[in-house]
């Protein structure tokens, strides 16, 4: 996707309704929507964590979307591919400055360079007792990453186009964090498996973009 037309059309990505919940558990590991109602009362006490999708155009100026593969360490997401984001410190003022916080921190990119275009719908994760704010934002610039290297093994840029492709998604089988594998619904993005909660996100930004 060129970002002229992307750009064209931000108004309706910001106006239409989320696809939310549904959206999401189509993308969901086994099992997690029966998780979903069964700890409704465990949300309301769960950490508070915020992640931001960044858009943003390649030198073709191509439409791209960032995410990070975690490092490995004894959390139930070592390894995994993710979008910039993390634990909100009880010195941010919201879950918008948390997000943009820690994508600065993650990967380099400062929030003077990005627009959010929206809050997308929150999930919330059993395993580790996160309840996820994810936020859109996009970058009109090419943009250059400094990876922080406690955190974050390697930063992963996807295009735009590979994404909305069906052939990105399909059933992998993954490690858990219980040290147990599993089929999950999941992309296949630059060789790399994107499942769980990412995934869930992803689902839900896929289906506001291919509505445009």
Known sequence: ???????ENITKITNIPL??????LRMAPPG??????????????????AVLALLYPDREQ???????????????????????????????PDLLYTALRETHEEIGVSSNTIDVLRPL???FIPPSNFYV???????????????????VSEIIEVPLKEIL??????VFEVNTSLDQTMEVP???????????????ILAEIKALIKTL
């Open 32 to 49: 997690r929507s029966k998780m979903i109602l069964q700890y409704q009362q465990r949300m309301q006490s769960s950490k508070k964590a």
């Open 62 to 92: 191509q439409m791209q979307l960032v995410f990070i593969l975690r490092q490995k360490y004894s959390g139930v997401h070592s390894q995994q591919v993710s979008f910039p984001g993390g634990k909100n410190d009880t010195t941010d």
């Open 121 to 123: 719908s929150h999930l």
């Open 186 to 200: 999941a992309f296949y993005l630059k060789k790399h498996i994107v499942w769980g909660a990412t995934a869930m």
């Open 19 to 24: 696809p939310g919940l549904q959206e999401q």
């Open 165 to 170: 492709s069906d052939d990105s998604e399909g």
């Open 1 to 7: 996707m060129h970002f002229e037309f992307f750009k």
């Open 133 to 151: 704010h994810p936020f859109l934002g996009v970058s009109k610039q090419t943009l250059d990453f400094t990876k922080e290297e406690k955190e």
